[in-house]
Nanobody
Framework: HVQLVESGGGSVQAGGSLRLSCAVSGSNVDGRCMAWFRQAPGKEREGVARMSRDGMVIYANSVKGRFTISRDNARNTLYLQMNSLNPEDTAIYYC?????????????????WGQGTQVTVS
């Protein structure tokens, strides 16, 4: 059973940075598609970044050039480095795992989710 635990959220001023972590148990972080999603109040959950088993990464246009997804196999952890944050990035950020080595942009294709971590940019 895959379990995901996010950490690293918080409040930051516009232009600042945060790094989110997602500790993975019950699976290898490099054994499946892993992704970060976010959901702002009143909006649908949207994909932010995703990484396939072979390391291919895809970013949402809104975060391209500012966010970086990475993984540490030794720590079995997924990361999201977020730079140049702006108020539009305010949301709950979720780590997700798909029971498939290949990625999807659709939240419904991911079967495992963390509890979420709040990111607030003012």
């Amino acid at each position: 059973h895959v379990q995901l635990v996010e950490s690293g959220g918080g409040s930051v001023q516009a232009g600042g940075s945060l790094r989110l972590s997602c500790a993975v148990s019950g699976s290898n972080v490099d054994g499946r598609c892993m992704a970060w999603f976010r959901q702002a109040p009143g909006k649908e959950r949207e994909g932010v970044a995703r990484m396939s088993r072979d390391g291919m990464v895809i970013y949402a246009n809104s975060v391209k050039g500012r966010f970086t997804i990475s993984r540490d196999n030794a720590r079995n952890t997924l990361y999201l480095q977020m730079n140049s944050l702006n108020p539009e990035d305010t949301a709950i950020y979720y780590c997700a795992a798909r029971d498939n080595p290949y990625c999807s942009q659709l939240a419904r294709d991911f079967g495992f989710w963390g509890q979420g971590t709040q990111v607030t940019v003012s």
